[in-house]
């Protein structure tokens, strides 16, 4: 392993400076407790001083627990140079750890503050020493050094050097506007710490160009000792950078030394996700939905013989599995993967009949999960389809507080035939059109004594439906499946599956020879 990064996870702060993200008091102080206690990230900054009376009393929670762990010096929070206001607030909430904003920028310092230089410095070694006073640990951001360390090497430096001799513990760099390319944060990074050996730096990066990942491997590389990350990229504009990302970056592309547990991160980024309504994107990487999902039936074939789609980046390192997905382009591969999973055997013949039927739905919806085949197993192996009546189209039209029409379009032996119909809903009116075909032929139709629909436990709005329908045939009862992603289409399937069982046993019955009987004398 190469030399110990520090992970500073600033979701609480900067990530929650994300247009439409507010977190209660209770989510800060969840969040707060599983990056220090289940994550294990070395710092956490989880507000800044003076936002609301209600972040004060967030803060103030998240220390008393920090203090009672032994983790009160990881809980750090954004101050400004204000003298003794942010120390005054946040020795209020019991905190030790101020992370004071300066101006790493000339033209912010000279326009914004409308200080010179050496008033600014003179200002933050006024804060840090009543900060310390009070036993409160400081470290710097350099606000927009990005921009100032281009414009203004000088100025940058002259800061660095009036307040490198006061005890601050970290000086952090922020690319505050995401604008560096990496080999510019390289180039930069290296000369700070080769100029100022003694000091620790930290990396802060923003990903307006989509960078700051590359950023990161750039700023390790130039030897800073600790790198700033959100989790799911919360943060302004285009957000910070990924906390999953670098942490894999980070241990498998640079043998770095990480404190991070990482069979935690995509819970907290599920509990982040949720909390704060911001979803992260299926194909994000480490945490999206589909990433560890192989779709082609080839990639399914190549593990299925030797793993020969797989990496080191493996979905068990983070508490994940990987998924075969099944739709139009799976192969046998995939859905045998996906069969041991459930802990199914299936002969070759019926894995055959459902792969048919899996590529079949995979042309009509978008994704066909493992937790479907069940419904499609039991649909395929409940008994041989008979075809004596064959629905060839169906229109269905519903509306608030109008009656449903259906259109259809039928088989029967060979003889195509039309109806419609209308009813309570589209299944009511289904019915009423194919009796209009029926019983021109003196079909008796039986009488529908249940109707039962089901999905799958967890199922989407998008998941099959499995509906069942027990018919009273005269003396006999007879219970029919239909499955479809349409919850009328599925009914619709039983009672075809049900009147095709009906004519097969009518037309086998019709068929039997008749045996003469034998007189003996």
């Known amino acids: ?9 600033t979701t609480l702060r900067d990530g929650e400076q994300t247009r439409g ?3 209660s008091q209770n989510e800060k102080v969840s969040i707060a407790k599983a990056l220090l206690k289940s994550l294990r990230v070395e710092r956490a900054e989880v507000a800044s001083v003076g936002v609301s009376e209600g972040e004060r009393q967030a803060v103030t929670s998240i220390n008393q627990w920090a203090e009672q762990e032994g983790l009160l010096d990881r809980v750090e929070v954004l101050g400004f140079v204000d003298g003794t206001r942010s120390v005054d607030w946040i020795t209020s909430t019991g905190g030790r750890v101020l992370n004071l904003l300066a101006k790493g920028s000339e033209k912010h310092c000279r326009e914004q503050l409308r200080r010179t230089l050496d008033q600014h410095v003179a200002d933050i070694r006024e804060t840090v ?8 640990a400081v470290n710097v951001y350099l606000e927009d050094w990005s921009n100032g360390y281009k414009d203004s090497r000088d100025y940058v430096y002259r800061l660095v050097e009036g307040i490198e001799d006061i005890g601050i513990g970290h000086y952090m760099l922020p690319d505050t506007l995401g604008v560096m390319m990496p080999d510019e944060v390289y180039d930069s990074l290296t000369d700070m710490v080769s100029r100022f050996p003694r000091l620790k ?8 160009y989509g960078l700051a990942t590359a950023n990161v491997m750039m700023a390790v590389k130039a030897g800073v000792s ?5 989790v799911n990229c919360l943060g302004e504009r285009a957000g910070n950078v990924s906390m999953a990302e670098v942490v894999v970056v980070l241990r498998d592309k640079m043998g770095m030394n990480l404190s991070i547990d990482e069979s935690k991160i995509y819970l907290l980024s599920q509990m982040v996700e949720n909390f704060s309504g911001k979803r992260v994107s299926d194909n994000a990487p480490i945490i999206g939905t589909d990433v560890f999902t192989q779709t082609s039936g080839i990639h399914a074939d190549g593990d299925h013989k030797g793993d020969l789609y797989q990496s080191v980046l493996s979905p068990e390192r983070f508490g994940r599995k990987r998924i075969y997905a099944l739709g139009k382009m799976s192969g046998k591969a995939s859905l045998k993967k996906n069969l041991e999973e459930l802990g199914i055997s299936l002969s070759d013949v019926d894995q055959a009949r459902l792969l048919e039927r899996v590529v079949q739905l995979g042309d009509s919806k978008s994704r066909v999960t493992a937790d479907d085949l069940p419904f499609i197993i039991a649909d395929i192996l409940e008994g041989q389809d008979y075809n004596h009546l064959e629905l060839l189209n169906c229109s269905i039209n519903s ?13 029967l032996d060979g003889n195509i035939m039309k ?3 209308s009813g309570n809903g589209g299944f009511d009116a289904f019915i009423v059109a194919i009796r209009k075909i029926l019983d021109k032929r003196d079909f008796v139709f039986p009488q529908l004594m249940d109707y039962e629909i089901h999905i799958p436990k967890g199922g989407s709005t998008s998941a099959l439906t499995e509906c069942f329908i027990t018919w009273q045939d005269g003396p006999r009862t007879m219970r029919t499946r239909g499955v479809n992603t349409n919850q009328v289409l599925a009914g619709i399937n039983a009672t075809m599956r049900m009147l095709n069982m009906k004519f097969h046993q009518e037309r086998s019955a019709a068929d039997e020879p008749v045996v003469a009987a034998t007189v003996h004398p």
């Open 419 to 421: 109806s419609s119909g």
């Open 226 to 230: 600790t790198v700033h990350c959100t």
């Open 1 to 9: 392993m190469g030399r110990h990064v520090q992970i500073l996870d």
């Open 21 to 23: 993200v507010s977190f």
């Open 129 to 136: 020493r009543h900060a310390l006073d009070r036993k409160i």
């Open 201 to 208: 730096f930290d990396f802060h990066p923003h990903n307006d």
């Open 399 to 411: 509306g608030l507080d109008l009656e449903s029409t259906v259109s259809i379009r039928v088989s």
